[in-house]
Nanobody
């Protein structure tokens, strides 16, 4: 089992920045590839970014490439999502997810463990 807790969400103006964190406990964090997903009201949950077990490989949704950066600190059991140049369409609940494999996936079904989510609201 892996327990995941997200933090760092909030209200920000368009063009601003936020950094989300996801702290893991339980099963060894460094054994898991990790991902960030988001879900806007009335929409399906979608992949945002993923990172491999040791952080050497990353993947991003086209909508966030060049603006968001995923990273991890295995010594601190923490996953990060640095979000810059935020847009109103980035407004959503952001979830982190874990899977005990080497490489991350882009589909929800690839992940076994989920956090409770943190709200990000970008005002225009």
């Amino acid at each position: 089992q892996v327990q995941l807790v997200e933090s760092g969400g909030g209200l920000v103006q368009a063009g601003g920045s936020l950094r989300l964190s996801c702290t893991a406990s339980g099963r060894t964090f460094s054994n898991c590839a990790m991902g960030w997903f988001r879900q806007a009201p009335g929409k399906e949950r979608e992949f945002v970014a993923g990172i491999s077990r040791i952080g050497t490989s990353t993947s991003y949704a086209d909508s966030v490439k060049g603006r968001f950066t995923i990273s991890r600190d295995n010594a601190k059991n923490t996953l990060y999502l640095q979000m810059n140049s935020l847009k109103p369409e980035d407004t959503a609940v952001y979830y982190c997810a874990a899977t005990p494999v080497i490489h991350m996936g882009v589909h929800m079904s690839a992940y076994d463990y989920w956090g409770q989510g943190t709200q990000v609201t970008v005002s225009s």
